[in-house]
């Protein structure tokens, strides 16, 4: 059996109008968040976006939002999403292969435990973070066991990262999310509205 | 565009014929380590196998191996492909939920950074290891920044870890690859041959 990943119906026609260069930090993260506003809009899943962009062209190369309900897949974080879709679509594991663009990992909040531990195999370069973990944790998700300095552990890999960008703009979709009793869908309890 | 996460051909064969009950955890383990030696053999990804067995039958829900390579995906580690496939299968993305029978993943390896983080999200309440992660790293396998006290990690979060369980079957595994030239594929590094 396949496993399939499937973005919501409405990304793709997004990415279609968004082919734009993107060479300001805070305008690519802007982008990031929006994806999360808009997940929750269609309910088509929690509130985290992230994109991959080419640090060259500043165009994006693909997008991702936060599937883990729908996809039935605890991996299908928006960090996954984006990460996986770009690979396929070069057609290689490493986005730091030969020949390949240098790539940014643009995310609307700081990784979980997983998705730290993604970014190294991942081949991006850059990572971007929005919210804080502690700002997911502030309306319940759980962002799971994760080194305290995280941060440091990608530099010493040469994966440079950049925290608190537009932090305020996410945390309000996250708040606004919370606030609309978004479901908060930790493993190993039971399904709860906050 | 979808995000496909395809299991080698054979693998489905497999499992046809392993539909036994197996109450004896190293035989289990006996079984994850068969699929990374099947996976070199049929030379469709890196030496890793992980299967998901319910503890009540103590037959398996699903299986993997690593397909990083051939899915052109940094995340096709075993222990995902195996997680994925067992939540999808079973239609929901917390292999704890309620009406779901308790989860055991089963590993050749014990899980690198990027997996390990993916185990709490999993929902599985049981992981066992054979190789350690220094065993994997002893051929060039990069396992990246993790918990040095990820097994308390996990255990705080009720999941219970057994290693070194046919530890030394693991092994002689991935030196068998590794001594067959086999590739080791971390992002970042050109591909190189041990």
Redesign the interface.
């Known amino acids: 059996?396949?496993?399939?990943?499937?973005?919501p119906a409405w990304l793709?026609a997004w990415m279609d109008i968004h082919q734009d260069s993107y060479p300001d930090t805070s305008t690519r993260m802007r982008l990031a968040i929006e994806l999360s506003a808009l997940n929750i809009e269609h309910q088509t899943g929690g509130p985290f976006g992230a994109i991959v962009f080419d640090r060259t062209t500043f165009q994006f190369i693909s997008a991702g939002v936060n599937r883990?309900?729908a996809?039935?897949?605890?991996?299908?974080h928006a960090e996954?999403?984006a990460?996986?879709?770009a690979?396929?679509?070069?057609?290689?594991?490493?986005?730091?292969?030969?020949g390949l663009p240098s790539c940014e990992l643009v995310s609307s909040c700081e990784p979980?435990?997983?998705?730290?531990?993604?970014v190294?195999?991942?081949?991006v370069r850059h990572l971007v973070c929005a919210a804080r973990d502690s700002d997911a944790r502030a309306i319940g998700f759980?962002e799971?066991?994760?080194?305290s300095n995280?941060k440091d552990?990608?530099l010493?890999?040469?994966i440079t990262v950049e925290t608190d960008i537009c932090r305020s703009d996410a945390v309000g979709i996250l708040r606004h999310y919370a606030g609309d009793n978004g479901l908060i869908?930790?493993?190993?309890h039971?399904l709860k509205t906050d």
């Not at 059996?1 to 973005?7: D, V």
């Not at 396929?88 to 730091?96: E, R, T, V, Y």
């Open positions: 059996m396949h496993i399939i990943l499937e973005p793709q883990v309900m996809c039935a897949a605890s991996i299908a996954i999403m990460i996986t879709a690979q396929q679509q070069l057609g290689s594991f490493d986005l730091s292969a030969r979980c435990a997983m998705c730290f531990g993604a190294p195999w991942s081949g759980d799971g066991p994760k080194l995280w552990a990608l010493q890999r040469g869908y930790n493993a190993g039971d």
